[in-house]
């Protein structure tokens, strides 16, 4: 089994909410607190697992805004659990998550350096690395509907952008996603073999802006022809 998120770059409208939803879940979760750093100030700071990214493509008028949001994912190469002097980031057997033990970490920092998506990000308050834990203590939570054992960041996605499940297995509907969408993984040149996939946007077919703006003026010149008229 290989847990893991699957994210799709045409429905996701980049409202961090997400990302919020994470930070809310995990600041009391296993490797709580997510600090803030003068999160009143000017310029307010602080660890966030989860990081929204916004790029635009493309050339006016067939551009487009895309909207990538990225965590730690879960790399069945990680080598940010290799590099780890004190054992303190490890990948779980049982379902691929990688973890970083608290108790263990020393903050040397050399995992965040090996990781080439900026997963990892350094509390400096508590001098340890931290980042996406999946939501593990939610996932395996027996005393909460099935269907809410889903990592905070799925739950509140409100245009359903985000898919969490088992890779490795075929007919689960996040591989099915991949696999009818041409989902792919982020610098697989790399051969960190990472987890998460992404499914990329839809090719839409581009606004004739000339042709709606003499629509337009139509519109505006026949009202304009009806108020005079009167």
């Excluded at 493509?57 to 895309?66: A, E, H, L, Q």
């Excluded at 090719?203 to 009806?226: G, Q, S």
Aim: glycine share 6%; hydrophobic share 35%.
């Amino acid at each position: 089994m290989r847990l893991g998120l699957v994210i799709d770059l045409d429905t996701c409208v980049g409202c961090h909410a997400c990302a919020v939803a994470c930070k809310e879940w995990n600041t009391s979760g296993i490797t709580a607190p997510l600090t803030d750093y003068s999160p009143y100030g000017a310029q307010p700071s602080g660890v966030w697992f989860n990081r929204i990214r916004h790029f635009e493509v493309g050339d006016y008028p067939y551009n487009k805004t895309i909207n990538f949001p990225m965590s730690c994912m879960h790399c069945e190469n990680a080598e940010c659990v290799t590099v780890c002097p004190t054992g303190a980031s490890y990948k779980r057997a049982e379902d691929g998550i990688v973890l970083v033990d608290q108790s263990k970490c020393m903050g040397c920092n050399y995992c965040a350096w090996a990781c080439p998506y900026g997963a990892r990000e350094l509390d400096r308050v508590s001098g340890t690395m931290k980042k996406c834990t999946l939501c593990i203590d939610r996932i395996y939570d027996m005393e909460i509907p099935e269907e809410e054992r889903q990592p905070a960041c799925v739950l509140t996605c409100p245009a359903h952008a985000r898919m969490f499940g088992d890779i490795d297995d075929p007919e689960s509907p996040v591989s099915r996603a991949v696999r009818e969408r041409g989902g792919y993984q982020l610098m697989p040149e790399l051969d960190y073999d990472p987890t998460n996939h992404y499914l990329p946007p839809r090719v839409h077919a581009p606004i004739p802006t000339e042709a709606l703006k003499k629509k337009a003026a139509r519109k505006v010149k026949e009202w304009v022809n009806r108020v005079v008229e009167r």
